[in-house]
């Protein structure tokens, strides 16, 4: 008799046990997922403030976006270096976002860079023969719809490639 309630004890207990680890671990991987959510909006973060920074060292490299005429080496080799900085961070929020450790609100405003880069029709040229060969097919792909269905900013012209001949308004 006694050996049946020592029994049914331990078995109570370790049921008990159970249910506790269950919960603890259920804690631990809310706050690791709260965690690595806050890692990838701080890394998004990081990324946009270095490409401002960027911007602020290299004017340069934004003016050529709107610049009539041929783009100097340099501005070509700046601007292309931006772009390429600039959309290998979309493509990694676009990531974290597919992932689920970004939210809707942060990839919003990621998804407005993109538009507000694709609009403009020397990085249309650059995207078609130079961007879209240096990030994942399938980021590619979804650039494309964007670009697709957001307008040209016709205010800055067309040019016949990425680094040259944008006309004079």
Do not use: C
């Amino acid at each position: 008799m006694k050996l049946e309630k020592l029994s049914s004890l331990i078995e109570a207990l370790s049921s008990i046990a159970v249910v506790i680890t269950l919960i603890v671990l259920i804690v631990e991987i809310r706050q690791n997922t709260s965690a690595l959510n806050a890692q990838s909006r701080q890394a998004l973060l990081v990324s946009a403030q270095n490409e401002l920074l960027a911007s602020v060292d290299h004017p340069d490299a934004l003016i050529a976006i709107g610049k009539p005429g041929d783009l100097t080496p340099e501005e070509i080799v700046m601007l292309d270096s931006w772009l390429q900085a600039s959309i290998r961070s979309r493509e990694f929020a676009w990531l974290q976002y597919q992932s689920g450790l970004i939210d809707q609100e942060q990839w919003d405003t990621e998804l407005s860079v993109i538009r507000g880069l694709t609009a403009q029709p020397r990085i249309r040229l650059w995207w078609t023969e130079q961007g879209r060969t240096r990030v994942s097919v399938k980021f590619a792909d979804f650039v494309d719809g964007v670009i697709k269905n957001t307008p040209e900013n016709t205010q800055m012209g067309a040019g016949k490639t990425w680094n040259r001949a944008l006309p004079k308004d």
